[in-house]
């Protein structure tokens, strides 16, 4: 039977039992050609593995066999999908054309299952495109676009309106940031404008800075220990150890404490001009320390800002009397 086989132009692999012809039905096969009676397993228990196993389901299979009781034996092979039976004593020409006629249907259903999986990845794109979480570059449409019929002009018209949408989404949400950021600015230029008066009205009303540094400390902490909260990525209180406790409560002391004592203890004392001159040049010496520590590099956008602050530090000096 191998030799008939390789005498039509194929290639041939011949084993001795069912149990081996399942060990090779995982590489790639056209065709396997089952004998009925074989050692270890039949052919129908060999017909059923192959059927059953999503790997091996759609390889067609031509049962071969001198079974006595022959029309049992074609119906029993045709109950495990077996695509045709045929007896031992086949004339060659009938054995060509099973053969390639098994060939070709497996071919047309490869072509088939092709064209199904490609549907199914344009599709995902197209749900991918819906749900404005995507990527044209990560598509993985290439293969598709390359096809010459209907389905590779419906992934190349696809892939290029998919495209410009996202070209349109990554602007509207470059826009969307920019505005954001326009507004948080404006709010922390606010914020920055009112800390001088805010903190003169307080330092007048407050009889002792360090109750109102402590007030305006515990809201902020918990201000952010909130808003970590509900972004999650507040740490587990188990994972922090006394080193890191040390850290946080140091830090805390002279950076907010301490800070927020200074500043009221200041404007409860001094003019209203005067403190404005600190609280600005504060950013100077924020930018000193930074590079001093290398922790920032000088870049032109902060000389410009240092020199508007320059530039408003001017102005507090010259009109600072008048208002003082």
């Known amino acids: 039977l191998r030799k008939a086989v390789e005498a039509l132009g194929h290639e041939a692999i ?20 089952l004998d009925i009676v074989m050692p270890e397993m039949d052919g129908f228990d060999v ?11 759609d390889l067609p299979v031509i049962v071969i066999s001198a079974h006595d009781e022959e029309m049992r034996s074609v119906v029993k092979a045709m109950e495990f999908a077996a695509e045709v039976f045929l007896p031992k004593d086949f004339d060659p020409p ?59 002009k419906l992934a190349k018209v696809f892939t290029a309106m998919a495209q410009q949408v996202y070209e349109r989404e990554r602007k509207l949400r470059q826009y969307v940031r920019t505005f954001r950021g326009g507004l948080l600015l404006l709010a922390c230029g606010a914020l920055w404008g009112l800390m001088v008066p805010l903190s003169k009205m307080a330092a007048g009303i407050v009889t002792h800075p360090v109750g109102l540094a402590l007030l305006v400390d515990v809201l902020g902490a918990a201000f952010c220990i909130g808003y970590s909260a509900k972004r999650k990525t507040l740490p587990r209180l188990s994972t922090l150890t006394r080193k890191h406790w040390a850290y946080i409560g140091g830090l805390a002391f002279l950076s907010a404490v301490i800070n927020q004592v200074l500043v009221y203890w200041m404007t409860s004392k001094l003019p209203a001009f005067i403190v404005s001159i600190v609280i600005v040049l504060e950013g100077f010496a924020v930018f000193l320390f930074a590079a001093v520590m290398r922790i920032e590099s000088p870049r032109v956008k902060r000389f410009v800002g240092l020199a508007l602050g320059l530039a408003g530090v001017g102005i507090i000096v010259v009109y600072g009397g008048v208002g003082g």
């Open 94 to 152: 009938l054995l060509e054309a099973r053969v390639s006629t098994c060939i070709e249907k497996k071919r047309l259903r490869d072509v088939e299952k092709e064209y199904l999986g490609q549907v199914a990845k344009l599709t995902r794109a197209a749900t991918a495109l819906e749900s404005g979480k995507f990527n044209p570059s990560k598509l993985g449409l290439q293969d598709v676009t390359g096809r010459s019929d209907g389905l590779g």
């Open 14 to 33: 011949a084993v001795e039992s069912g149990k081996l012809a399942l060990e090779q039905a995982g590489n790639s096969f056209d065709l396997v050609l």
């Open 47 to 57: 017909l059923r593995a192959l059927k059953g196993s999503r790997a091996t389901r």
